[in-house]
């Protein structure tokens, strides 16, 4: 009698936005210096759909959207570092399903690089690595794949490499992340802001607060909610600044983009806010996500 194939591993994936996040200079490798602070949400998320395999093929990766299963893919990246580094390679079955949009600043692909990451380490047994390896190795994928070996908020330095984890500050808030129709290259912004910077006249160009009586910032941590992405991506994607400016008008506490863009988020008090944002953002074709904090 054929004994039936184990059920996959599952591995949910979450997604991150960047509360605070400002380029402070160029190293001389052209790499750009950040201090950020990361916070994880749940949605949107991806599915990852894990199975060992007897095919002596190390890893077979297929994803519900095609074109991202080839071996550019971070999940495919991630499991040649990690055979690279340890000697563990296994047969695996991966499926890959995509709910985090691309070009969105979320992090999707560096979260599912590092559940792959986890996995492997996880399974490797006399080839594991300790936690500082795993990060350093992660490091090497992108700049924000350690961030989500970890399981909550926290402020990043260097490339965004380095992490110090905080308390969760934003506990009982709910976000609003919204997406329109418009994606963004990360290499493309970073190559905007350098030419942003090398003739900015020191006029911030960022939106931080709700318009109305109040000029108080939101605060995190005594730090503004903003994003020195924002500067470029604004004037070349008018729409992703009318999306930051519907959600102040929504009642969000604070917006702004995510990462390099183009997903906007917003803080909101309470859930049932927050949910009519939503609805009047989905009503207006956008693509929209809300997680409690």
């Given at each position: 009698m054929t004994q039936a194939p184990a059920p996959p591993v599952i591995l949910r994936t979450r997604c991150k936005i960047n509360l605070f996040l400002k380029i402070v200079g160029v190293r001389p490798d052209g790499y750009h210096e950040l201090v950020t602070l990361f916070h994880p949400v749940s949605e949107p998320h991806d599915i990852l759909k894990v199975r060992p395999?007897?095919?002596g093929r190390g890893l077979v990766l297929t994803c519900s959207e095609p074109d991202l299963a080839g071996p550019d893919n971070l999940v495919a990246k991630a499991y040649r570092a990690f055979a690279a580094r340890t000697g563990s390679a296994p047969d695996l079955g991966i499926e890959l399903i995509k709910g985090a949009p691309s070009g969105a600043g979320l992090g999707g692909g560096s979260a599912d690089a590092a559940a792959v990451l986890r996995y492997l380490n996880d399974t490797a047994e006399d080839f594991a690595l300790s936690e500082p390896e795993l990060r350093a190795l992660a490091a090497r994928l992108g700049a924000d794949v350690p961030f989500f070996l970890g399981e909550g908020p926290a402020w990043a330095t260097g490339v965004g490499?380095?992490?110090?984890?905080?308390?969760?500050?934003?506990?009982?808030f709910f976000v609003v992340i919204a997406k329109g129709d418009e994606g963004v290259s990360t290499a493309w912004a970073y190559r905007e802001w350098d030419t942003l910077a090398e003739s900015r006249t020191g006029r911030n160009?960022?939106?931080?607060?709700?318009?109305?009586?109040?000029?108080?910032?939101?605060?995190?941590?005594?730090?503004?909610?903003?994003?020195s992405f924002e500067a470029v991506i604004f004037p070349a994607r008018p729409k992703v600044r009318t999306l930051k400016e519907r959600l102040l008008a929504l009642g969000a506490s604070a917006a702004a983009m995510s990462g390099s863009g183009a997903a906007v988020f917003g803080l909101f008090r309470s859930r049932d806010r927050a949910e009519q944002a939503a609805q009047a953002l989905e009503a207006q074709s956008f693509d929209v996500w809300t997680s409690a904090l």
């Open positions: 395999e007897q095919s490499e380095r992490l110090r984890p905080v308390d969760n500050m934003l506990r009982g160009p960022l939106l931080t607060t709700p318009p109305g009586p109040s000029t108080e910032p939101f605060c995190v941590s005594g730090m503004r909610v903003a994003n």
